[in-house]
């Protein structure tokens, strides 16, 4: 799991998300916030299907702009926009087209170096005190996948 600020920058995180989601982001200015890891940087061990790849694209693009709505002197935000948009045709396709937000929820893989790949769904939950959000990754009950990561050391169990 993870905490995101408005930008959908990680903000908080445990030891499942440092082990899925390649480590602690801290390199880089931008290497924590995921838009700019799915658009110009590496989007980490995820890999999701062609369409559901879209979908979060345009969901990432359309949070970006109702964020830039809520705070429009936000400037670290404005900055974050416009560096993403120098930085990336698709999403500056994107947001000259002014997607709406859809699902906030995803099925993907996870490339773990010790486990293999692992399927995981991704739910996004909304917080609306200090306008963040939780994401959460989660295996389908009794499925190889979870009983994979209930047995690893490395998600600290």
């Known amino acids: ?11 908080g995180w445990n030891q499942a998300w440092e082990t899925l989601a390649c480590g602690v982001p801290s390199l880089h200015p931008r290497e924590g916030n995921i838009p700019w890891r799915v658009f110009v940087g590496q989007d980490g061990r995820v890999m999701r299907s062609p369409g559901d790849h879209a979908r979060f694209q345009r969901l990432l693009v359309a949070e970006l702009r109702a964020a830039s709505t809520r705070y429009p002197a936000d400037d670290d935000l404005a900055s974050l926009t416009a560096e993403l948009q120098r930085a990336s045709a698709v999403f500056a ?13 995803s099925r993907m893989l996870l490339q773990h170096e010790d486990l293999g790949q692992i399927a995981l769904d991704c739910d996004t939950v909304h917080i609306p005190d200090g306008d963040l959000r939780a994401v959460v990754f989660t295996a389908d009950p009794g499925s190889v996948d979870a009983d994979a990561v209930a047995d690893d050391e490395h998600f600290g169990r």
Do not use: F, K, R
């Open 1 to 11: 799991m993870c905490v995101l600020d408005a930008t959908w920058t990680v903000v």
């Open 93 to 105: 396709e994107l947001w000259a087209s002014t997607p709406t937000a859809g699902q906030h929820d």
